[in-house]
T-cell receptor, first 115, second 114 residues
Framework: DSGVTQTPKHLITATGQRVTLRCSPR?????VYWYQQSLDQGLQFLIQ???????AKGNILERFSAQQFPDLHSELNLSSLELGDSALYFC??????????????FGPGTRLTVL | AQKITQTQPGMFVQEKEAVTLDCTYD???????LFWYKQPSSGEMIFLIY??????QNATEGRYSLNFQKARKSANLVISASQLGDSAMYFC???????????FGKGTRLHILP
C-alpha cells in the first residue's frame, strides 16, 4: 500500500458525460501528479499540482482539468468524454517536487470505461 | 525522440533464476533520477528502486538492484532469485531536474515460469 488513495476504482459512463476522479496523497506529500495509461499511448503525464498551485502540464486535453484543494487532495475532471478517454488514470504523490530524486508513489488507479 | 527505451517487450524466465531488464535513456540534463516501477496484473504501480545520476554506487533494494552505467546511459534492473510473484509489467522511468514529470518507457512484461 503506497498510502495514496484514489476513488472510485472503476467508473463506467457514456460518451459526452463528465466525471470526477479523486485522489488523496500520502500524508506529508505536497505534490500530486496525474497520469493516464492507455494501451496505445502508454503512461502519459497529464498535470502536476504542488501545494495547491498548478506546477506543470503535460499532454492534458482541454476537456480535462484538475485542481488541488487546501487539504491537498486533488480532483481530475474529465468532460465531454469520448471512447478514446477510456484508460487507467493514476494519481501519484511526492514530498517535494523541487528535487529530481523525489520518488513518486502511485495510487491504485481509477479505471475509466467510456461506452 | 524517445527518452526511455525498453527493448524487451516480453521475457520468460525460470523461477529462481536472475533476470535483467534492459533500460536505456537519453538526456542532456546532468542531474536526473532513474526509477523502476512494477505493475502487476491488478494494475497498481509499485515503486521498486531509484538511482540518482550523481550516485556513485548502484542502488539495491532487497532482491532488486540497478546496474547503472552512466556513460552508456543504461539503467538495467536486476532481479535476483526470481519468484512467481515477480510476474508483472516493469517500467523504467526518468525524471530530469529541470522537469517535474516522470517519463516512462513502454515497459517489459516479465513472466516467471515454475
Amino acid at each position: 500500500d503506497s498510502g495514496v488513495t484514489q476513488t472510485p476504482k472503476h467508473l463506467i459512463t457514456a460518451t459526452g458525460q463528465r466525471v470526477t476522479l479523486r485522489c488523496s496523497p500520502r500524508s506529508g506529500d505536497l505534490s500530486v501528479y496525474w497520469y493516464q495509461q492507455s494501451l496505445d499511448q502508454g503512461l502519459q503525464f497529464l498535470i502536476q499540482y504542488y501545494n495547491g498551485e498548478e506546477r506543470a502540464k503535460g499532454n492534458i486535453l482541454e476537456r480535462f482539468s484538475a485542481q488541488q484543494f487546501p487539504d491537498l487532495h486533488s480532483e481530475l475532471n474529465l468532460s465531454s468524454l469520448e471512447l478514446g478517454d477510456s484508460a487507467l488514470y493514476f494519481c501519484a504523490s511526492s514530498v517535494d517536487a523541487s528535487r529530481s530524486f523525489d520518488t513518486q508513489y502511485f495510487g491504485p488507479g481509477t479505471r475509466l470505461t467510456v461506452l | 525522440a524517445q527518452k526511455i527505451t525498453q527493448t524487451q517487450p516480453g521475457m520468460f524466465v525460470q523461477e529462481k533464476e536472475a533476470v535483467t531488464l534492459d533500460c536505456t535513456y537519453d538526456t542532456s540534463d546532468p542531474s536526473y533520477g532513474l526509477f523502476w516501477y512494477k505493475q502487476p496484473s491488478s494494475g497498481e504501480m509499485i515503486f521498486l528502486i531509484y538511482q540518482g545520476s550523481y550516485d556513485q554506487q548502484n542502488a539495491t533494494e532487497g532482491r532488486y538492484s540497478l546496474n547503472f552505467q552512466k556513460a552508456r546511459k543504461s539503467a538495467n534492473l536486476v532481479i535476483s532469485a526470481s519468484q512467481l510473484g515477480d510476474s508483472a509489467m516493469y517500467f523504467c522511468a526518468m525524471r530530469e531536474s529541470r522537469d517535474d514529470k516522470i517519463i516512462f518507457g513502454k515497459g517489459t512484461r516479465l513472466h516467471i515460469l515454475p
